[in-house]
């Protein structure tokens, strides 16, 4: 699959009086269909990254392409057609007083044609499981229920990336595995293209690739395994520490990084 999303040598501050970036440099692509998760720590820019992609904040240097579409701000509200974002508090994004008519509030923006509308509302609550609570107050659910509400509001603008920054941190684990279930199966099943803004290392070890910042710069893209095995200030998903306390034992366990699809398998073989 190409690059959707195109960052050509990104360079942005804050303060335009001082010559000192808090980002610059940055330079990647994301596929059609991929989840990339960009980590890194406090201050890093992570965030600033985010809101740069969906032309929230605008870069001083450097051009960033959406679908092939140079994201300036003639093209950026056709842009946020094509890409979303669900911030880590979603209560700042409900308008609507029930959860259908907030899914369908940016669709009344767009002038959608009624029948097209709640078409699209009817497919996207029932892709992330809210059909039961689609006369609900949104203020009201609970914090993996609302993430579910942004994403839907995302989906029904037919949304082909959405980026989620530090979306899922104040949700419980249930919750929280929950959607991030759904948003696997929306990624693998529907194509959705996922950007995820984290500290979660078992979020980040189920991505397509990481990218990891470092004080305003990118200092690493690959895949899991080689950020895991190169970095040793990450700390490793479940399934890779309990192979290395395993090996410590002097147990015998496969020779390289596992994930939790990999650890399962090496389990059954066992039986």
Same mark, same amino acid.
């Given at each position: 699959?190409?690059?959707?999303?195109?960052?050509?040598?990104?360079?942005?501050?804050?303060?335009?009086?001082?010559?000192?970036?808090?980002?610059?440099?940055?330079?990647?692509?994301?596929?059609?269909?991929?989840?990339?998760?960009?980590?890194?720590?406090?201050?890093?820019?992570?965030?600033?990254?985010?809101?740069?992609?969906?032309?929230?904040?605008?870069?001083?240097?450097?051009?960033?392409?959406?679908?092939?579409?140079?994201?300036?701000?003639?093209?950026?509200?056709?842009?946020?057609?094509?890409?979303?974002?669900?911030?880590?508090?979603?209560?700042?994004?409900?308008?609507?007083?029930?959860?259908?008519?907030?899914?369908?509030?940016?669709?009344?923006?767009?002038?959608?044609?009624?029948?097209?509308?709640?078409?699209?509302?009817?497919?996207?609550?029932?892709?992330?499981?809210?059909?039961?609570?689609?006369?609900?107050?949104?203020?009201?659910?609970?914090?993996?229920?609302?993430?579910?509400?942004?994403?839907?509001?995302?989906?029904?603008?037919?949304?082909?990336?959405?980026?989620?920054?530090?979306?899922? +941190?104040?949700? %419980?684990?249930?919750?929280?595995? #929950? *959607?991030? =279930?759904? &948003?696997?199966? @929306? !990624?693998?099943?529907?194509?959705?293209?996922?950007?995820?803004?984290?500290?979660?290392?078992?979020?980040?070890?189920?991505?397509?690739?990481?990218?990891?910042?470092?004080?305003?710069?990118?200092?690493?893209?690959?895949?899991?395994?080689?950020?895991?095995?190169?970095?040793?200030?990450?700390?490793?998903?479940?399934?890779?520490?309990?192979?290395?306390?395993?090996?410590?034992?002097?147990?015998? +366990?496969?020779? %390289?990084?596992?994930?939790?699809? #990999? *650890?399962? =398998?090496? &389990?059954?073989? @066992? !039986?």
């Amino acid at each position: 699959m190409g690059p959707i999303i195109e960052v050509q040598d990104i360079h942005f501050r804050y303060d335009k009086r001082t010559q000192d970036y808090n980002l610059s440099g940055i330079s990647f692509t994301v596929n059609k269909g991929e989840w990339v998760s960009i980590i890194g720590h406090n201050g890093s820019g992570k965030s600033t990254l985010s809101r740069l992609l969906v032309g929230l904040l605008t870069p001083d240097l450097g051009m960033i392409k959406v679908n092939g579409i140079e994201l300036n701000e003639e093209t950026k509200w056709e842009i946020r057609t094509i890409i979303g974002m669900v911030f880590q508090n979603p209560d700042n994004q409900f308008l609507g007083t029930t959860v259908q008519d907030d899914v369908a509030f940016g669709l009344e923006n767009l002038n959608i044609p009624y029948e097209e509308m709640k078409k699209r509302v009817d497919n996207v609550l029932e892709l992330v499981s809210m059909t039961d609570f689609r006369e609900h107050d949104p203020s009201l659910l609970s914090g993996g229920q609302k993430q579910r509400v942004a994403i839907a509001s995302a989906l029904a603008l037919q949304s082909q990336v959405i980026v989620f920054d530090e979306a899922f +941190v104040m949700l %419980d684990p249930k919750s929280r595995t #929950e *959607l991030l =279930q759904t &948003l696997r199966n @929306l !990624n693998k099943h529907y194509g959705l293209t996922v950007i995820s803004i984290t500290h979660d290392m078992n979020e980040a070890s189920n991505s397509d690739r990481i990218i990891m910042l470092e004080k305003g710069k990118i200092s690493f893209i690959g895949t899991p395994k080689e950020a895991f095995i190169n970095y040793s200030e990450l700390t490793p998903p479940l399934p890779e520490r309990l192979r290395r306390v395993l090996l410590e034992k002097g147990r015998k +366990v496969p020779n %390289d990084y596992i994930n939790e699809e #990999e *650890l399962v =398998q090496w &389990l059954w073989k @066992l !039986n």
